[in-house]
């Protein structure tokens, strides 16, 4: 697999309910970032976790990090019918001259 | 709220001719960014640039890509000859950049849908 896979490919879930994602990667990282896009626009970035943290919150998301594992997950809370979108992680490399994307975790919030 | 702003939203064009994609990156951001995603597929990096050069390239980022920042607002990408396989959405992006040396939240354009027939 590549640098910043997620899992699970697609979730589908009802509204209220918690939505888990997770994500993993091969080399080490400055940090890794989460990013939201609705289908056919731009990415908007949701949260970003140094490689020194372990957790962080953010309104109803909340990321953690594992180094020795390489693993991250990215958790909605009391998910709404606005959720409704493709998630994706992104990690920087030793460099820090770009992000690299994985493919993503496609949502569904069903009302 | 400061945006990217990136131009055409859609372009048309046919096998061989070249496309100049458009963005106007966030005024105060100083790294920059070209991404790629054919549909429903990942984000691709193709090129970052930082004081008029670029930074990093991809393997995708060969000699039919350029990026040019002609005049301190624009940032540019061109494909000079299309291929059926460019066709994609072209994000662009912006970075005031965290510091030392890592790459801080990105500011992502709504892109340009490139169709190569």
């Known amino acids: 697999s590549q640098q910043g896979e997620e899992d699970p490919q697609a979730l589908s879930i009802q509204e209220g309910e918690n939505a888990t994602m997770n994500c993993s990667y091969k080399?080490?990282?400055?940090?890794l970032q989460w990013y939201r896009q609705n289908s056919g626009r731009g990415l908007v970035h949701l949260i970003l976790?140094?490689?020194?943290?372990r957790e962080k919150h953010s309104g109803r998301l909340r990321v953690t990090l594992d180094t020795s594992k390489k693993s991250s997950s990215l958790l909605i809370t009391a998910s709404r019918a606005a959720d409704t979108a493709s998630y994706f992680c992104?990690?920087?490399?030793?460099?820090?001259?770009?992000?690299?994307f994985g493919g993503g975790t496609r949502v569904l919030v069903k009302p | 709220e400061p945006e990217v702003t990136q131009t055409p939203s859609h372009q048309v064009t046919q096998m061989g001719q070249e496309v100049i994609l458009r963005c106007v990156p966030i005024?105060?951001?100083?790294?920059f960014y070209w991404y790629r995603q054919i549909l429903g597929q990942k984000v691709e990096f193709l090129v970052s640039?930082?004081?008029?050069?670029?930074?990093?390239k991809s393997e995708i980022f060969d000699d039919q890509f350029s990026v040019e920042r002609p005049d301190g607002s624009n940032f540019t990408l061109k494909i000079r000859s299309t291929k059926l396989e460019d066709s994609a959405m072209y994000f662009c992006?912006?970075?005031?950049?965290?510091?030392?040396?890592?790459?801080?939240?990105?500011?992502f354009g709504e892109g340009s849908r490139l169709t190569v027939l």
């Open positions: 992006a912006s970075s005031p950049r965290a510091g030392g040396g890592t790459t801080g939240e990105l500011f």
């Open positions: 080399t080490s990282i400055n940090n």
């Open positions: 976790i140094r490689s020194n943290e």
């Open positions: 992104a990690t920087d490399g030793a460099a820090g001259n770009k992000l690299t």
């Open positions: 005024s105060n951001h100083l790294y």
């Open positions: 640039f930082y004081n008029n050069e670029i930074s990093e």
